[in-house]
């Protein structure tokens, strides 16, 4: 394979890997289960391709996912990490990339990620798998990039600033970016979703180029795609907080056409991703829970949590004894969850009105984030409704949740809906809806901060917008016990009103 050197302006010819050597070397790699033999195996073909190098780093990272016996011995991430054998693999890695091919570039960089090791080895080759990558302008497909950013950005490597990466964005973010702008029409499924999945990695909000790729998924909708694809694109929608609803409808009728088709945590993930994006209703929990029902049982604890909670936020109310089912195998699973996990299911308990029969389970969970609080803004929004629904002696973890609420809905108060909202409720100059009072905006009622609150009639009016991680299921229930009387707007009812005509109708109706 040739392409050319940016660096130094010659035509390089990059090593290519024989089939029969990789043919062989996996072959080999096979008999190996034990870390150490690897590391053996690696100082033994040093010289040998660096595709051959990269197949041993990715078996490295299988063997350390598997469950091992513990003891002194033990072979951990820690112990790999300072390995000298180790070592030499890393260095000898970042000396030759020069040498490959851009396909074992971006491979040995998913490798490093499913390694999941951390050491100034790995950093270092990181690094510089990125340094060699922003070379080579034109010689990296599609597919290849779309692998090699999420890989970059998993590991949380930019490259450096420069003048022409404005600042901030790195040379590697920058390279990826200026790649896909120019292939973007040779892109195909998987690739675009990938790519999505990198640039919300790096925390990088590019909005031309996400309705770009969005554009393309749209255009090659029709193509045949796989379930991974189908549940990727659906988890990036839902945590870009973007409701495509060509795209949504589309990936839905793929999904509920062949459910079948899918795993049952490939399902929990699609569930969990529609209810995030409001866009999963009684009918689709249905036929969802019929094909998960035979399952259900074998759910791993961190899809059950996942399940109940993208049932609870869809506003499900049947099967309730489904809901049972769920929150009883979550309580006898002895595994410990992630604290995020932990605090969905608190949430979906107070949701589902589960939560005095579960007692024991949300008292749990509470008494780990008070020991432990959480520090994910996501996480403290979805905690203010529990605490806010149960009593408990930690005022500062109470303080804490109830800041972030109120720092992120004083956010989202400058977005497009609201702002379409407040001209139909307050219009400057005029008098807002027969009938209805001006409201007063992020307005404090009981121990929430609401969008619009109408004093006189004790009226409480929220916007569910998709970029808010939780519904008001909660909130609501608890503001009408305090004597409120609360509408909620859905992101579809506003996507719908095109014009401020059009919303003039709304609050009465709702």
């Not at 010289?47 to 996912?65: F, I, K, N, S, T």
């Not at 112990?79 to 030499?88: A, E, I």
């Not at 909670?309 to 099967?319: E, I, K, R, V």
């Not at 309580?331 to 949430?347: F, G």
């Amino acid at each position: 394979m040739a392409c050319g050197s940016a660096a130094s302006g010659r035509t390089r010819r990059f090593i290519q890997s024989s089939p029969t050597k990789a043919a062989k070397a996996i072959e080999e790699l096979r008999q190996l289960h034990k870390p150490g033999q690897l590391l053996r195996y690696a100082l033994a073909h040093e010289a040998d391709d660096l595709a051959v190098l990269e197949l041993v780093l990715r078996r490295l990272g299988g063997l350390m996912r598997e469950p091992r016996p513990s003891g002194k011995k033990a072979w951990t991430r820690k112990r790999l990490s300072t390995d000298g054998r180790f070592h030499v693999l890393m260095n000898t890695l970042s000396s030759r990339l020069d040498e490959c091919n851009s396909r074992t570039l971006a491979l040995l960089a998913d490798a490093v990620v499913r390694l999941e090791v951390s050491s100034p080895e790995v950093a270092d080759l990181s690094e510089r798998i990125a340094e060699v990558a922003t070379h080579r302008h034109n010689a990296i497909s599609p597919q290849d990039l779309s692998i090699l950013a999420v890989a970059l950005a998993a590991l949380r490597v930019r490259g450096p600033p420069t003048e022409q990466t404005a600042g901030h964005l790195g040379s590697a973010v920058a390279f990826v970016r200026s790649e896909a702008m120019r292939q973007l029409q040779d892109f195909r499924f998987g690739s675009c979703v990938h790519l999505l999945e990198a640039f919300l990695r790096w925390g990088v909000v590019d909005a031309e180029l996400t309705n770009m790729v969005f554009a393309r998924v749209e255009d090659i909708l029709e193509e045949e795609v796989s379930t991974r694809d189908v549940e990727g694109l659906l988890q990036v929608l839902a945590k870009l907080g973007q409701p495509r609803v060509v795209i949504i409808r589309k990936l839905c009728q793929l999904t509920f056409s062949s459910l079948w088709s899918f795993a049952p945590s490939q399902l929990v993930s699609i569930s969990h991703s529609l209810a995030r994006l409001r866009f999963l209703e009684q009918r689709d929990v249905d036929e969802l829970l019929g094909a998960l029902a035979p399952q259900l049982g074998r759910l791993r604890k961190s899809d059950t949590a996942r399940l109940l909670f993208a049932l609870a936020l869809s506003g499900a109310t049947s099967p309730p004894e489904i809901f049972g089912v769920l929150a009883a195998q979550y309580a006898a699973d002895p595994e410990v969850l992630d604290p995020k996990e932990d605090i969905d299911m608190a949430w979906a308990l107070c949701a589902l009105e589960l939560s005095e029969k579960y007692r024991n389970v949300l008292e749990r969970i509470l008494q780990r984030c008070s020991e432990t609080p959480p520090q994910s803004t996501v996480a403290l929004i979805k905690l203010h409704d529990v605490l806010a629904s149960e009593s408990t002696a930690n005022a500062q973890l109470c303080e804490a949740a109830a800041e972030a609420a109120r720092t992120e809905a004083k956010r989202l108060s400058n977005s497009l809906q609201h702002q379409q909202v407040t001209r139909v409720l307050s219009p400057p100059g005029r008098s807002g809806p027969p009938g209805l009072e001006s409201p007063t905006l992020q307005a404090a009622v009981g121990p929430f901060l609401v969008d619009f609150f109408l004093e006189q009639s004790s009226l409480v009016i929220d916007l569910d917008l998709v970029s808010w991680p939780i519904s008001r299921r909660v909130r609501h229930r608890l503001l009408r016990k305090l004597g409120y009387r609360t509408v909620l707007v859905s992101p579809w009812d506003l996507k719908n009103l095109r014009t401020d005509a059009d919303l003039l109708g709304f609050p009465p109706a709702a």
